[in-house]
């Protein structure tokens, strides 16, 4: 008996174990190609178990003798849940999910669904940019994502731009967003020129773009801590694909760039008459020999007495521009690999300037075993500029002399040779004659710079991963200026030459790990921890040299060197973080994010700083309550706060990175001491001067409804920057000769609401309208300032730099109250509401603020049967903006040329106008008609605008004729940019306007944009 219950009892265990230990294998395959899919995640449903395919796309599992569900599950593939039942043998084709890859959204240190994201991230396809005739992708997205303010900085080819994330947060600090291309946090101090505007992004050609992805809260920016308060915006170009087959792509486009609302100034004749006018008007008879208006300038009746000169049409052209592309891409399970090479040149809108630049990019990922992959992303650029000075009154800035210039003085005689300036022998320009100059002077900027990283990757288990990664951002930068003798005003130092060469290297590497689990079917967890480190180094020399016995000669060795100098300064950061992602059915979602940096710009008390976040989301559409309710696909609650940093401090003073400010500096002093030289403190440190930090909250909706038809997010912000870097006043008896110290003191606050709608409005018979519409509302307010007080006041000027309660960039001024009709003086309004003829400093106001309140973007594409027409509107509204060329354009004295409207001036008692009555030295009765003390109101005007910003009509040949040729496609297209602009802005580019609180000036010779036109073909094979 005893055996028998024990031969029973091995029988029991013996069935239990085979039913335990079953197994089910299969393979598999994309549906389309049939192609392998290794890493396919394959669940048993309502348990634990779970593995992913291997390279070949095969798995196998176990399960119970019962069978039960498979769940098979890929990033980009529709989702597969299959019943066992009795096989063993079980192979699934996935299909591709269209609308899944499309939310792919990259985040930090890797990549998530968008329906699993809790936090503020907006996104931009490659394909929205593609062939955008523009040499950055920051300028392509301009308009395109809610929260994201970018604007030109200038309309020069391969201008900077401005990029501000949820409005302007620091005041001494910088506010630009981080910026990640394929994992490399890029640099902005290198990779530009100093002879004309640059921006450092132009080493990354557009084309080659995969994706942007915009992290705006503090969820989604926290892993980056200290860097992460202004912004991350995250670049990810191409990569091959596992289809096997190469796709060779060719992009051809030529076009024009055209200047347009240039300023129309006066012509000969009105010229002179303006200049006879100012010497009546004090009581000096025109006609007086030698030093009358008819012979200096010509008499307005006779126009034999002066010879007429257009210096802005002889400054300006139509500038022509080309780009070419060819890219290759393809691979197999193994490997995959992009190769992308561009040429773009585009001439200036300034005789002689211009920008070129080749690029070249490798992308390659591969499988080395099983368990490891491989891959790297290698770019390398050359951009050359040869610049033009813009941005402030100067005398050799086309964008100021071209329109100031005297329209009697001709720049050449009749053989095409310079003439002098002035041609009459008086004082104006400093006798630079503007277009020798533009012709004459060299202006020369060459870069050579990668952004490359590799990677590799291990697989440890199913459900973990360990990543390492190194990037690095390497520029090499040379400018020439060259001033040579043939030049009047150089011709005294015999010619000048300064060459400046700069070397930054910036590199980042990191380490982590990543576990992604599932447990019984309904908990998802994520985690990452890692380690960072960071290290920047920027150095420079530069010589200069005058005296050349030639003109020809145009090396500083040529002539004698008038000055040597360099730079040299460098900061390291190290950090560790971690990050967890946890989602309960689908429905509830929670993250946490802590990171620990270290940084070696703050002092001894305080380098290191801990930065975090938390959000939860909820999705109310697969809650039973709602689905019943046909119109909602997707809807989901989300909410997060957290605290952020800002390591990328500036000087005050220059603007410069700031990466000694806590330490104590030391400079030369004059005088001796024994014999020797002296050396005295010229700056207190403080070694508690720490990070700028933003507190962060961000509520927000995501919805998609109508089978998809129309979706968009909603997000209610508000952001408390803290700790704002400022130069705190010190004790005068300090010893020192700066009586100030860099503390953390001073809050702003920025609030706002984003709003994303998009929409197919119409799908029907071939026919299809997509419209995506955003608009973000902003506000900017100073909350705190050093010490307590209200005001803080310039040190030189006495007018209100900031003030509590008003937006941290503002306008100070005096209000203009126009001309006075009886006899022609400018008046102003008082700080008791009367009229005077002077102002002061107490009877300014605030006048407004260059931060608009509100900006967006508007898309609308139709197409049918392969053609399509897109059409882009950029906007932005409640700003104001002071130009600065209208105190010499519209100045009513002087010898140089002024704008039409001038004629519209005050000439006797009853006229009503803006313009005052014309003196040489622009007085009445002793006093300025411009302003005494401060600034005024008359040249500020609201510099909102709405701009058609592209156009694009294009026609993608039928599939039938491709196939005949052995072509994939081919599409011809024609475009537009900046084609119309609706504004009140006084001023020719009411975007292009270099803010400046502390002159109160927007716009001084700025360039400003073009309007381009162009054609181009896409060719793939």
Same mark, same amino acid.
């Given at each position: 008996?005893?055996?028998?219950?024990?031969?029973?009892?091995?029988? &029991?265990?013996?069935?239990?174990?085979?039913?335990?230990?079953?197994?089910?294998?299969?393979?598999?395959?994309?549906?389309?190609?049939?192609?392998?899919?290794?890493?396919?995640?394959?669940?048993?449903?309502?348990?634990?178990?779970?593995?992913?395919?291997?390279?070949?796309?095969?798995? =196998?599992?176990? &399960?119970?003798?019962?069978?039960?569900?498979?769940?098979?599950?890929?990033?980009?593939?529709?989702?597969?849940?299959?019943?066992?039942?009795?096989?063993?043998?079980?192979?699934?084709? +996935?299909?591709?999910?269209?609308?899944?890859?499309?939310?792919?959204?990259?985040?930090?240190?890797?990549?998530?669904?968008?329906?699993?994201?809790?936090?503020?991230?907006?996104?931009?396809? $490659?394909?929205?940019?593609?062939?955008?005739?523009?040499?950055?992708?920051?300028?392509?997205?301009?308009?395109?994502?809610?929260?994201?303010?970018?604007?030109?900085?200038?309309?020069?080819?391969?201008?900077?731009?401005?990029?501000?994330?949820?409005?302007?947060?620091?005041?001494?600090?910088?506010?630009?967003?981080?910026?990640?291309?394929?994992?490399?946090?890029?640099?902005?101090?290198?990779?530009?020129?100093?002879?004309?505007?640059?921006?450092?992004?132009?080493?990354?050609?557009?084309?080659?773009?995969?994706?942007?992805?915009?992290?705006?809260?503090?969820?989604?920016?926290?892993?980056?801590?200290?860097?992460?308060?202004?912004?991350?915006?995250?670049?990810?170009?191409?990569?091959?694909?596992?289809?096997?087959?190469?796709?060779?792509?060719?992009?051809?486009?030529?076009?024009?760039?055209?200047? *347009?609302?240039?300023?129309?100034?006066?012509?000969?004749?009105?010229?002179?008459?303006?200049?006879? #006018?100012?010497?009546?008007?004090?009581?000096?008879?025109?006609?007086?020999?030698?030093?009358?208006?008819?012979?200096?300038?010509?008499?307005?009746?006779?126009?034999?007495?002066?010879?007429?000169?257009?210096?802005?049409?002889?400054?300006?052209?139509?500038?022509?521009?080309?780009?070419?592309?060819?890219?290759?891409?393809?691979?197999?399970? %193994?490997?995959?690999?992009?190769?992308? $090479?561009?040429?773009?040149?585009?001439?200036?809108?300034?005789?002689?300037?211009?920008?070129?630049?080749?690029?070249?990019?490798?992308?390659?990922?591969?499988?080395?075993?099983? %368990?490891?992959?491989?891959?790297?992303?290698?770019?390398?650029?050359?951009?050359?500029?040869?610049?033009?000075?813009?941005?402030?009154?100067?005398?050799?800035?086309?964008?100021?002399?071209?329109?100031?210039?005297?329209?009697?003085?001709?720049? !050449?005689?009749?053989?095409?040779?310079?003439?002098?300036?002035?041609?009459?022998?008086?004082?104006?320009?400093?006798?630079?004659?503007?277009?020798?100059?533009?012709? #004459?002077?060299?202006?020369?900027?060459?870069?050579?710079?990668?952004?490359?990283?590799?990677?590799?990757?291990?697989?440890?288990?199913?459900?973990?991963?360990?990543?390492?990664?190194?990037?690095?951002?390497?520029? +090499?930068?040379?400018?020439?200026?060259?001033?040579?003798?043939?030049?009047?005003?150089?011709?005294?130092?015999?010619?000048?030459?300064?060459?400046?060469?700069?070397? !930054?290297?910036?590199?980042?590497?990191?380490?982590?790990?990543?576990?992604?689990?599932?447990?019984?079917?309904?908990?998802?967890?994520?985690?990452?921890?890692?380690?960072?480190?960071?290290?920047?180094?920027?150095?420079?020399?530069?010589?200069?040299?005058?005296?050349?016995?030639?003109?020809?000669?145009?090396?500083?060795?040529?002539?004698?060197?008038?000055s040597v100098g360099g730079f040299y300064d460098e900061y390291k950061r190290l950090g560790v973080f971690g990050k967890v992602d946890y989602d309960f059915d689908d429905r509830y979602l929670a993250s946490v994010t802590v990171r620990r940096d270290g940084h070696s710009r703050f002092g001894s008390?305080? %380098?290191?700083?801990? *930065?975090?976040?938390?959000?939860?989301?909820?999705?109310?559409?697969?809650?039973?309550?709602?689905?019943?309710?046909?119109?909602?696909?997707?809807? =989901?609650?989300?909410?997060?706060?957290?605290?952020?940093?800002?390591?990328?401090?500036?000087?005050? #003073?220059?603007?410069?990175p700031a990466n000694y400010v806590p330490l104590t500096n030391w400079g030369g002093a004059t005088g001796q001491y024994l014999g020797g030289s002296t050396v005295t403190i010229t700056q207190l440190g403080n070694d508690f001067v720490q990070w700028e930090q933003e507190e962060a909250i961000n509520?927000?909706?995501?919805?998609?409804?109508?089978?998809?038809?129309?979706? $968009?997010?909603?997000?209610?912000?508000?952001?408390?920057?803290?700790?704002?870097?400022?130069?705190?006043?010190?004790?005068?008896?300090?010893?020192?000769?700066?009586?100030?110290?860099?503390?953390?003191?001073?809050?702003?606050?920025? @609030?706002?609401?984003?709003?994303?709608?998009?929409?197919?409005? &119409?799908?029907?018979?071939?026919?299809?309208?997509?419209?995506?519409?955003?608009?973000?509302?902003?506000?900017?307010?100073?909350?705190?300032?050093?010490?307590?007080?209200?005001?803080?006041?310039?040190?030189?000027?006495? &007018?209100?730099?900031?003030?509590?309660?008003?937006?941290?960039?503002?306008?100070?001024?005096?209000?203009?109250?126009?001309?006075?009709?009886?006899?022609?003086? @400018? +008046?102003?309004?008082?700080?008791?509401?009367?009229?005077?003829?002077?102002?002061?400093?107490?009877? $300014?106001?605030?006048?407004?603020?260059?931060?608009?309140?509100?900006?967006?973007?508007?898309?609308?594409?139709?197409?049918?049967?392969?053609?399509?027409?897109?059409? *882009?509107?950029?906007?932005?509204?409640?700003? /104001?903006?002071?130009?600065?060329?209208?105190?010499?354009?519209?100045?009513?004295?002087?010898?140089?040329?002024?704008?039409?409207?001038? /004629?519209?001036?005050?000439?006797?008692?009853?006229?009503?106008?803006?313009?005052?009555?014309?003196?040489?030295? @622009?007085?009445?009765?002793?006093?300025?008609?411009?302003?005494?003390?401060?600034?005024?109101?008359?040249?500020?005007?609201?510099?909102?605008?709405?701009?058609?910003?592209?156009?694009?009509?294009?026609?993608?040949?039928?599939?039938?004729?491709?196939?005949?040729?052995? +072509?994939?496609?081919?599409?011809?297209?024609?475009?537009?940019?900046?084609?119309?602009?609706?504004? #009140?802005?006084?001023?020719?580019?009411?975007?292009?306007?270099?803010?400046?609180?502390?002159?109160?000036?927007?716009?001084?010779?700025?360039?400003?944009?073009?309007r381009q036109f162009s054609a181009g073909i896409n060719i793939g094979l």
């Open positions: 008996m005893r055996k028998f219950l024990l031969t029973c009892f091995m029988l &029991v265990l013996v069935l239990h174990a085979w039913a335990q230990d079953r197994t089910v294998s299969g393979t598999v395959t994309d549906d389309e190609t049939g192609e392998a899919l290794p890493g396919v995640n394959v669940l048993l449903k309502g348990t634990g178990t779970g593995i992913t395919t291997n390279l070949d796309g095969n798995y =196998k599992i176990s &399960v119970p003798s019962g069978g039960g569900t498979l769940v098979f599950t890929f990033i980009g593939m529709v989702k597969q849940e299959v019943p066992i039942g009795s096989r063993s043998v079980i192979d699934i084709q +996935m299909a591709t999910d269209v609308q899944q890859l499309s939310e792919v959204v990259v985040t930090g240190y890797g990549s998530q669904l968008k329906r699993e994201i809790t936090g503020s991230i907006s996104s931009v396809k $490659g394909d929205v940019i593609e062939d955008l005739p523009m040499q950055s992708f920051d300028r392509a997205i301009q308009g395109r994502v809610a929260g994201t303010q970018i604007s030109a900085a200038s309309g020069a080819p391969g201008g900077a731009m401005n990029i501000r994330i949820r409005g302007v947060g620091s005041i001494n600090s910088s506010n630009d967003p981080l910026i990640i291309i394929d994992g490399v946090q890029v640099g902005t101090q290198g990779g530009g020129t100093t002879q004309g505007s640059s921006n450092p992004l132009n080493s990354i050609n557009p084309n080659d773009i995969e994706s942007i992805d915009i992290l705006k809260d503090a969820s989604a920016s926290a892993i980056y801590g200290a860097q992460a308060a202004n912004g991350v915006v995250i670049v990810t170009t191409k990569t091959g694909s596992r289809k096997g087959k190469t796709q060779v792509n060719l992009s051809v486009q030529e076009g024009v760039v055209q200047p *347009f609302n240039l300023y129309e100034v006066l012509d000969a004749r009105d010229f002179t008459t303006f200049q006879a #006018e100012q010497q009546t008007n004090v009581g000096i008879d025109p006609a007086t020999p030698g030093t009358g208006a008819f012979a200096l300038f010509g008499n307005p009746e006779d126009p034999s007495s002066y010879e007429e000169y257009d210096w802005v049409d002889n400054m300006f052209q139509d500038a022509r521009f080309r780009t070419y592309d060819l890219s290759m891409s393809g691979g197999d399970e %193994k490997t995959q690999f992009y190769f992308g $090479g561009s040429y773009n040149k585009q001439e200036g809108q300034v005789i002689m300037s211009d920008f070129e630049r080749f690029t070249g990019r490798l992308n390659l990922n591969h499988q080395a075993t099983d %368990k490891l992959t491989v891959g790297a992303k290698l770019s390398l650029a050359h951009n050359k500029t040869f610049g033009t000075i813009a941005n402030g009154n100067f005398v050799n800035g086309p964008w100021v002399a071209s329109f100031g210039a005297i329209p009697t003085s001709p720049a !050449t005689d009749a053989n095409g040779d310079y003439n002098l300036y002035p041609t009459n022998g008086l004082s104006h320009l400093f006798g630079y004659n503007i277009l020798q100059g533009v012709n #004459e002077e060299v202006r020369l900027g060459r870069t050579l710079q990668t952004v490359s990283s590799a990677n590799a990757t291990y697989q440890i288990l199913p459900s973990l991963s360990a990543t390492g990664f190194i990037g690095i951002d390497f520029s +090499m930068n040379r400018d020439d200026q060259q001033r040579p003798s043939t030049i009047p005003v150089f011709a005294a130092a015999g010619g000048s030459i300064l060459v400046n060469n700069r070397r !930054t290297i910036n590199v980042n590497t990191n380490y982590n790990l990543n576990y992604s689990k599932i447990f019984a079917d309904v908990h998802r967890v994520k985690g990452i921890v890692g380690y960072e480190y960071k290290f920047e180094e920027r150095e420079g020399a530069n010589l200069g040299a005058n005296s050349f016995a030639n003109p020809f000669f145009r090396l500083p060795g040529d002539g004698q060197p008038t008390e305080s %380098k290191y700083g801990t *930065f975090y976040a938390g959000s939860l989301g909820w999705r109310l559409s697969d809650e039973v309550f709602l689905q019943d309710v046909s119109f909602v696909d997707d809807l =989901k609650l989300k909410a997060s706060y957290g605290v952020l940093g800002n390591a990328e401090l500036r000087d005050p #003073e220059d603007g410069l509520i927000g909706i995501d919805y998609s409804l109508l089978n998809n038809r129309l979706f $968009g997010n909603i997000d209610f912000w508000r952001t408390n920057n803290r700790d704002l870097l400022f130069a705190v006043p010190f004790f005068q008896n300090a010893g020192v000769g700066n009586n100030s110290i860099f503390d953390n003191v001073g809050a702003v606050r920025n @609030q706002g609401i984003d709003i994303e709608i998009g929409g197919i409005v &119409v799908d029907q018979g071939g026919f299809r309208f997509d419209s995506r519409f955003n608009i973000s509302f902003l506000q900017n307010e100073v909350i705190e300032l050093v010490g307590g007080q209200d005001t803080i006041f310039d040190a030189d000027t006495g &007018v209100p730099e900031l003030i509590v309660g008003e937006p941290s960039d503002f306008f100070y001024f005096a209000e203009s109250a126009g001309v006075n009709p009886a006899n022609g003086r @400018q +008046m102003f309004v008082n700080k008791d509401g009367n009229l005077s003829y002077t102002e002061n400093f107490e009877d $300014g106001y605030v006048a407004g603020s260059a931060i608009p309140t509100h900006f967006g973007g508007w898309s609308n594409t139709f197409s049918y049967k392969g053609l399509s027409l897109d059409v *882009f509107f950029q906007y932005q509204y409640g700003n /104001m903006a002071y130009n600065g060329d209208l105190y010499n354009l519209l100045g009513t004295g002087g010898v140089g040329n002024k704008r039409q409207d001038i /004629m519209n001036r005050w000439q006797q008692p009853g006229d009503l106008t803006n313009y005052p009555q014309v003196t040489p030295n @622009q007085t009445i009765a002793g006093v300025a008609q411009t302003s005494t003390n401060l600034v005024t109101d008359r040249f500020l005007s609201d510099a909102s605008y709405i701009r058609l910003k592209t156009l694009t009509l294009s026609y993608d040949l039928p599939k039938s004729i491709m196939e005949r040729v052995n +072509m994939r496609q081919a599409r011809v297209f024609v475009q537009g940019v900046n084609l119309l602009t609706w504004t #009140e802005y006084d001023g020719i580019d009411p975007e292009v306007v270099a803010n400046n609180n502390g002159t109160g000036e927007s716009s001084f010779g700025a360039y400003p944009l073009g």
